[in-house]
């Protein structure tokens, strides 16, 4: 990480971390390419830190109803942007990528499958939420298929069928409508979205301000 650290803002570790503070939230879409590039970097920066992350996936398509957004790819001039962007931000962190076909896909049971996961095993959850995001954005696998996020994980050792019974219970869906409903009372507005010590931070663009702010702890 220390390279890709030093691409964010051309600082090194500090010399010490400081003393345990309170673990960065991470929100984020299954469906956002920026939230899977920041997905593979911000635990990095945080642990140069001595902070761990806690992630939380909220539906960010409901947050677009509060917003009156759209998906990037999907509006006029910045569609192709986006793509762009998206292939080169990917390129200068060295993480692999290739936009899915279908693009988006509803992640209702995947984040349900995380939440499922995170009541029992929050690092166990967190692996599994990297792993859908890697199989959705680097290898092209539809992660709003049961039996994809079955596989995914299966190969972690979970137990996939009682998972995917799990995510069609009422308390598991209320799981991701909670944090969907927390998400927007925070103020989160988009993916990837981080909060440091309360102070909110949006976009994987701003992981260098998010450095920022760790190491000074605020301006």
């Known amino acids: 990480m220390a390279d890709q650290k030093k691409k964010i803002n051309?600082?090194?570790?500090?010399?010490?971390?400081?003393?345990?503070?309170?673990?960065v939230e991470f929100w984020f879409d299954f469906s956002s390419?920026?939230?899977?590039?920041?997905?593979?970097?911000?635990?990095?920066?945080?642990?140069?830190?001595?902070?761990?992350?806690?992630?939380?996936?909220?539906l960010l398509g409901v947050v677009f109803k509060e917003t009156?957004?759209?998906?990037?790819?999907?509006?006029?001039?910045?569609?192709a942007y986006s793509r762009h962007d998206l292939e080169r931000t990917a390129r200068f962190f060295e993480v692999p990528f290739k936009l899915p076909d279908p693009?988006?896909?509803?992640t209702q049971a995947t984040a349900r499958a995380f939440y499922w996961l995170d009541r029992q095993d929050p690092d166990l959850a967190k692996d599994f939420a990297a792993a859908c995001l890697h199989s959705f954005f680097a290898e092209g696998h539809d992660i709003s298929q049961p039996d994809v996020?079955?596989?995914?994980?299966?190969?972690?050792?979970?137990?996939?069928?009682?998972?995917?019974?799990?995510?069609?219970?009422?308390?598991v869906k209320a799981l991701l409508k909670d944090a969907t409903d927390a998400a927007i009372a925070k103020g989160v507005c988009g993916a990837p979205f981080f909060f440091v010590d309360?102070?909110?931070?949006?976009g994987a663009d701003r992981l260098w301000m998010v450095e920022e702010w760790l190491e000074s702890g605020g301006w």
């Open 68 to 79: 009156g957004n759209a998906s990037l790819i999907s509006q006029p001039l910045k569609g």
């Open 33 to 58: 390419p920026y939230a899977y590039i920041a997905s593979t970097l911000i635990d990095d920066i945080a642990d140069e830190y001595g902070r761990t992350v806690t992630w939380r996936p909220f």
């Open 198 to 202: 309360g102070e909110p931070f949006w």
């Open 10 to 23: 051309g600082k090194g570790a500090p010399a010490a971390p400081p003393a345990k503070k309170d673990p």
């Open 149 to 171: 996020i079955g596989n995914v994980a299966k190969a972690l050792g979970v137990d996939s069928e009682a998972l995917l019974e799990a995510i069609q219970t009422p308390d």
């Open 103 to 106: 693009f988006p896909v509803a």
